[in-house]
Structure formats: C-alpha cells, structure tokens
C-alpha cells in the first residue's frame, strides 16, 4: 500500500520561505516523477512543479518560476518544494502526487493537468497561508 504526505505547510509573511516535503511509504520515489499542486477554494487545482525520475526534467509553472524549486534527496525518499519570495497568491492547500506510470514531467500547463488527472497517489495537503 503507497501512502503519500506532506509537510512544512504553515503561516509566513509575504516574502518570506517554506520548504515543503513529500515523503511516501511503499514506494521509491526516486523512480518515478513527482508533482506538487496548490488548490484554494473554488478554483481547479494547479500543477505548481514536477520532477522527473533521475532528474532528467522539471517544470514549474509560470507563476512560480525562479521564485520555487523542487528536488528531491533519494537517500530519503523525499522531494521538497523550496517556496522563495512568497506572494499572498501563494496562499493554497499544497499537495504531492505521484504514480508508478509516470516518470517524466510535462512541458506544458495541460500536460500538468493531464498528469493530475492519472496520479494516483495524492497525499493529503499541507496548508500554505501567506498573510502579514
């Protein structure tokens, strides 16, 4: 049984940092891709970022660039999310995903939502608040 979770949600200034982690039980991260999404209420959730198996690829997405990274550390089984210069528009329920099919990341916003809709693996969300 593969159970994802995540962690290092919580409350910060704007322009402030976080670094969420994605560890996952029963299964090797590190051999396939992972993905981080962000959801509020009311609205579609949204790929944020993507790392492929062995590194080869990553995306993020636009709203994110040079402000997040991702990465992952094999030896622990875990991908973080390192969330720089954080925006009030940054407030969201982040989450981790991943699947054994997969293990290269999209180019493209469709191919992240593409890749929300066959991940079977989801944790169960870690809360961002971005608020002075």
């Known amino acids: 049984q593969v159970q994802v979770a995540e962690s290092g949600g919580g409350l910060v200034q704007p322009g402030g940092s976080l670094r969420l982690s994605c560890t996952a039980s029963?299964?090797?991260?590190?051999?396939?891709?992972i993905g981080w999404f962000r959801q509020v209420p009311g609205k579609e959730r949204e790929g944020v970022a993507c790392?492929?198996?062995?590194?080869?690829?990553?995306y993020y997405a636009d709203s994110v660039k040079g402000r997040f990274t991702i990465s992952r550390d094999n030896a622990k089984n875990t991908v973080y999310l390192q969330m720089n210069s954080l925006e009030p528009e940054d407030t969201a329920v982040y989450y981790c995903?991943?699947?054994?099919?997969?293990?290269?990341?999209?180019?493209?916003?469709?191919?992240?939502?593409?890749?929300?809709?066959?991940?079977?693996?989801w944790g169960e969300g870690t809360l961002v608040t971005v608020s002075s």
């Open positions: 995903a991943t699947d054994s099919h997969f293990n290269t990341c999209p180019s493209s916003d469709q191919g992240m939502r593409l890749l929300r809709i066959g991940m079977d693996y």
């Open positions: 790392i492929s198996s062995g590194d080869r690829n990553r």
């Open positions: 029963g299964l090797t991260l590190e051999n396939t891709a």
